[in-house]
Structures are given as C-alpha cells and as structure tokens.
C-alpha cells in the first residue's frame, strides 16, 4: 500500500472524496451561476436594508430586482400565472 500525501487514513480519504464528490453532484444541478457586482455603498446600505425588511437574502434581493427590470424591458419573457 503506498503512503497517501497527506497522512490520512485510507477511510478518511474515502470519507474526504464522498464529500467532495457530493459537492460536485449538488453543484452540478444548481439553477443559478455566480456573478462579481461593485455597488457604490450606499447602494450597498439600501439593498441590505431592502433585503433585511423584506426578509430576503441579499443575493436574492438582487436577483429579483434585476429579473424584474429584464422582464420590465422585454429581455425575459413574462411569467404567465396560472
């Protein structure tokens, strides 16, 4: 048997890439993709503040916000409710 690099048992290193295989599977089905966004901060301040009131993350508060005004401006379609 060779030795592992990092020291670890073979049930460690067994446990260790069930994990990380997980998070590839979870990650894998994700319906959102990350975006970098610079907001001046008092931008910053009011979104928080938007999010906190209306008990929504921060992430989603954006991501609201924006699909709202792409579907206001006709680059998403609207939602038909039914």
């Known amino acids: 048997m060779r030795p592992n690099p990092r020291g670890c048992s073979a049930e460690a290193l067994q446990i260790t890439n069930h994990h990380v295989q997980q998070v590839l599977v979870a990650m894998a089905f994700r319906k959102t993709l990350p975006v970098g966004l610079r907001l001046l901060p008092e931008?910053?301040?009011?979104?928080?503040?938007?999010?906190?009131?209306?008990?929504?993350?921060?992430?989603?508060?954006?991501?609201?916000?924006?699909?709202?005004?792409?579907?206001e401006h006709d680059y998403l379609p609207k939602k038909e409710r039914g």
């Open 43 to 71: 931008a910053k301040a009011a979104l928080e503040k938007a999010a906190e009131e209306d008990d929504w993350s921060l992430s989603s508060m954006m991501e609201r916000i924006i699909k709202r005004w792409l579907v």
